[in-house]
């Protein structure tokens, strides 16, 4: 089978790939091992995903946004970071920005299912669900992949959308810079008896890093970064003594507390590819780059890869070129590791500074939170990258 462009992986990033080129009038396939069932009916996973403006603008863009029930987005008006058990934190609103919000929050199994039904009501995308590939091969003619069916796709330029994990990755010879954190999150969503203003909470601690993300009045989805032996422990406790341990853990902040549905747990690995692209490739999403969820930016990052590369598609056609020219794809890996890097290493070093509990780190980072509570155009910047503004991530 004969396409233009073969996608690994349909997660969020590869699906709304998918729609961006079939919307370009280009025949796109994509390879997924799961059936078409979990596609269209995704499982809830306990992650929650915060999208910045631009984001939005993208799903709107790609017909992704109309299918999201307004019931299951929830606006986000600002942010506060804190460490240990002080009442000090470095606040950051959406009033700074001159926005009403700083953006909103969405469950990933709804942008799952979001992404799977703007690409079902368009034609020229080709799914190949169950499927497991058995060999991935460019060459300067074209790219492919052999399935273990017997099925042999052959295309103008191959993807890979399939996790920071990605097999693909590694198949085309990719190196990555691979951080294991030596942590576990611990995502699950809560009933809690006190208000939360919108106000997502970011606080380090001793042994711990707790963040809140809220959702509707009186339910927030609590993400716990522990050891992993830890995690596995809260994740098997009887739902009552869950809540009453995650009410300490808060320590009241949020009143009482109680379990909201199914606990989860995901080791935390932040991932770099050395190179987003290659003879007949490209890598979009956390294939490319897998964020430290400290700065909520993962999915986001992963949006504004598929619309630069969708971007440096669509210059291709305009001006007569091959989808996969290389000067277009060393283009779109120029844009995007500027637009990653700098976050991906200032996230590294964030987070490495608020897990280190020696007293020096406490110190300084006590020192660093009071000192830019007190800077406003340090807390605009900040509500600024939070927000990002809205502008397409395009290459020229």
Not at 235 to 253: I, K, N, S, T, V
Not at 304 to 310: G, I, T
Request: some cysteine; glycine content about 8%; proline content about 4%.
């Amino acid at each position: 089978m004969k396409h233009d462009v073969v996608i690994v992986g349909a997660g969020p990033a590869g699906l709304c790939l998918a729609r961006a080129l079939a919307d370009q009038a280009l025949d796109v396939a994509l390879v997924e091992r799961l059936p078409v069932q979990a596609l269209a009916e995704p499982g809830y996973d306990g992650r929650e995903i915060a999208l910045t403006h631009a984001s939005m603008r993208i799903l709107r863009t790609l017909g992704v946004w109309k299918h999201l029930p307004d019931h299951a987005v929830f606006p986000l008006h600002g942010a506060q970071v804190m460490d240990g058990s002080t009442q000090h934190a470095l606040r950051i609103d959406s009033a700074l920005v001159a926005q009403e919000q700083l953006g909103c929050l969405v469950a990933n199994q709804q942008i799952r299912a979001a992404a799977w039904q703007a690409v079902s009501q368009v034609p020229g995308i080709a799914v190949y669900s169950e499927a497991k590939i058995e060999r991935v091969h460019t060459d300067p003619s074209e790219a492919g992949i052999d399935l273990a069916n017997g099925e042999r796709l052959q295309c103008r330029l191959l993807v890979a959308a399939d996790s920071r994990f990605s097999e693909t990755r590694r198949a085309l010879g990719i190196q990555a810079d691979i951080h294991d954190f030596g942590r576990t999150m611990l995502v699950c969503r809560m009933r809690h008896a006190l208000p939360h203003g919108r106000i997502a909470w970011e606080w380090f601690g001793h042994g711990q890093t707790r963040a809140m993300l809220p959702l509707q009045e009186h339910h927030a989805s609590i993400v716990l970064t522990v050891t992993g032996e830890e995690a596995q422990r809260l994740a098997d406790l009887p739902e009552e003594r869950f809540g009453r341990e995650m009410q300490e853990r808060f320590e009241q902040r949020l009143g009482e507390m109680s379990l909201d549905g199914s606990r989860h747990l995901y080791p935390l690995v932040g991932v770099y590819a050395r190179r987003f692209v290659g003879r007949r490739f490209a890598l979009v999403g956390d294939a490319a780059v897998g964020m430290h969820p400290v700065t909520a930016h993962g999915f986001n990052f992963g949006l504004a890869s598929v619309e630069r590369l969708a971007s440096a598609i669509g210059t291709a056609q305009r001006q007569g070129k091959d989808l996969a020219d290389d000067a277009l794809l060393a283009r779109y890996q120029r844009q995007h590791r500027l637009g990653t890097l700098p976050l991906y290493l200032a996230t590294r070093a964030v987070a490495g500074l608020y897990t280190d509990d020696r007293p020096p780190a406490r110190w300084l980072r006590t020192l660093a939170l009071r000192a830019a509570s007190r800077v406003t155009p340090f807390r605009r910047a900040l509500a600024e990258k939070l927000v990002d503004d809205g502008h397409p991530h395009r290459v020229s």
